[in-house]
Nanobody, 124 residues
């Protein structure tokens, strides 16, 4: 079973950048795709980005395309989310998740392990 711990969230001004990290422990990290989701209180969890098990395929939601970049380092059991040109509407709790399959997926039910979340607040 994989355990996930996110870090790197915080308060930033609009236009700024943050880099989220997700450290995985346990077996199987490098065998499966990974994803980032975000959630605002009172709203459903939203897909942000995903990366295949090898890291050679990525997919980003339209709302973040060109601003956010997902990457992974299997040697370090870590997945990252580089967030640039942040907007107030990016404010949310960001969750890292491990997929149950090797290739990217955008549906949250495909993911079988979740971190505790890290809050990101973007001020205008």
């Amino acid at each position: 079973q994989v355990q996930l711990v996110e870090s790197g969230g915080g308060l930033v001004q609009a236009g700024g950048s943050l880099r989220l990290s997700c450290a995985a422990s346990g077996r199987g990290f490098s065998d499966y795709a990974m994803g980032w989701f975000r959630q605002v209180p009172g709203k459903e969890r939203e897909f942000v980005a995903a990366i295949s098990w090898s890291g050679d395929t990525t997919y980003h939601a339209d709302s973040v395309k060109g601003r956010f970049t997902i990457s992974r380092d299997n040697a370090k059991n870590t997945v990252y989310l580089q967030m640039n040109s942040l907007k107030p509407e990016d404010t949310a709790v960001y969750y890292c998740a491990k997929s149950g399959v090797r290739f990217i997926a955008t549906i949250s039910s495909i993911y079988d392990a979740w971190g505790q979340g890290t809050p990101v607040t973007v001020s205008s």
